[in-house]
Structures are given as structure tokens and as C-alpha cells.
């Protein structure tokens, strides 16, 4: 199995490392995929949205055929979405893929490569409403969501639970549990400073509390 990352310039670190983690974690302990490759247009270091520097392993012209992709999202988003070469990637990509995860406001990127109409999404608190403004996509305001192949998760850290549902999925609950044991993630039910209360707080966060 191969699976890639995407990379592009301004993208959340832990929108990528998160679910690069867990995909390393699941091939050296439970028998998880072959190969795993950050993908990006070219082999030029890309600078991320909070200073981290990154060589991707491949570039879409030598990227394999895919298994899972995971499409991060953050502030480079907003370039992106306009980049066609990134998006025919994502969309060619998408077709031959098991699973397609989108991880924070990388979900616009999938819409733009046409992945998301009429399917359940989610994306980051604070662009919920963008994501409805679309018109033709059915917001869910949970921690991650899958509608068919295409798997979507809220902001940046819920890209860590939803790349260890996708692991459940393909691989199983004892492939899954390994992971999880390995990493320790075992996340206190904790909401600090009261922002479950705030009007924008997504709605599985004020179930939460």
C-alpha cells in the first residue's frame, strides 16, 4: 500500500504530522502500508504556516498510485484552492484511492476538486459556514466525518482521530488499538477556559460539555 500526504506552502503543521504519525506508527507496529510519501508539485522545501521546513519525498509527477491520501488544510488553503495542478492532482488521485482524508480547511480543497457535492463534510470551527455557503455540501459538525471513500475532519487536531477511524476501517479495531497504545492517545475529556460556551463552538463540543 501507498499512502501520501499533501504538502504545499502556509500548510498547519499538525494537520500533516498528525496523521503522518499515526500512518508511521500503524507500518512499523501493525502491519500498515508499505510506503508513505509528503507529496507536493515539486521537491522544493516547503515552508509551513508556523515556520516548520519540510522536503517532500515525491512529486506529483513521481507519486505512485495512492491507497489513502490526506489533504491538510491552513492558511495556504486560501492559494491553493486555485492552483490547478494541485487540484487535478487531488481529483485524479481521489479516484483511485481507498480513502481520502481532508483535515481541517483542507476540505475546500477537496470541494474544489469536485469530491464533495451532495456528501457529508466537516472542516475547522471557524469555517463551518463557508463550507454551507458552498450550497451543495451537507455540513456535519462533528470531530470527523465519511461519506463513501472521502473522509473529512474538524480543525487540525481532529485529523488524529479521524486517520485512526480510517485505520480502524481498512485495518481493524486491533490494528487501530495498536496504534492508539503505541502513540499513548489517550486525550483527557477536558475543556479548558469555558470556549465550549462560545457561539461558534462546534456542535460536538457543546454536546461535550
Given amino acids: 500500500m501507498n499512502c501520501g500526504v499533501l504538502v504545499f506552502p502556509n500548510v498547519e503543521e499538525l494537520d500533516f504530522v498528525g496523521p503522518w504519525e499515526f500512518l508511521g506508527v500503524w507500518k512499523k507496529f501493525a ?15 516547503v515552508s509551513c504556516a508556523k515556520g516548520m521546513i519540510v522536503q517532500p519525498h515525491i512529486s506529483f509527477e513521481q507519486c505512485p498510485v ?18 490547478k495542478t494541485l487540484i487535478d492532482f487531488i481529483a485524479a488521485r481521489a479516484a483511485e484511492c481507498k480513502a481520502v482524508l481532508s ?25 463551518l459556514d463557508k463550507l454551507r455557503a458552498l450550497g451543495d455540501v451537507i455540513v456535519v459538525e462533528e470531530r470527523f466525518v465519511r461519506d463513501g471513500n472521502i473522509w473529512s475532519s474538524a480543525g487540525v487536531s ?30 483527557l475529556v477536558k475543556i479548558y477556559g469555558n470556549f465550549d460556551k462560545n457561539p461558534q463552538a462546534p456542535a460536538y463540543v457543546k454536546k461535550a460539555s
Fill in 31 to 45: 502491519r500498515g502500508p508499505e510506503n508513505c510519501f509528503l507529496v507536493a508539485p515539486s521537491l522544493t522545501p
Fill in 103 to 127: 483535515v481541517c480547511t483542507g476540505s475546500f480543497l477537496l470541494h474544489r476538486a469536485g469530491l464533495l457535492s451532495g456528501k457529508r463534510a466537516t472542516t475547522h470551527w471557524s469555517s
Fill in 66 to 83: 495512492l491507497d489513502f491520501l490526506v489533504v491538510p488544510g491552513g492558511e495556504g488553503t486560501r492559494k491553493e484552492i486555485e492552483n
Fill in 158 to 187: 481532529a485529523g488524529i482521530d479521524a486517520m485512526l477511524a480510517v485505520i480502524d476501517d481498512f485495518a481493524g479495531e486491533q490494528a487501530a488499538g495498536i496504534v492508539q497504545f503505541a502513540t499513548e492517545y489517550y486525550p
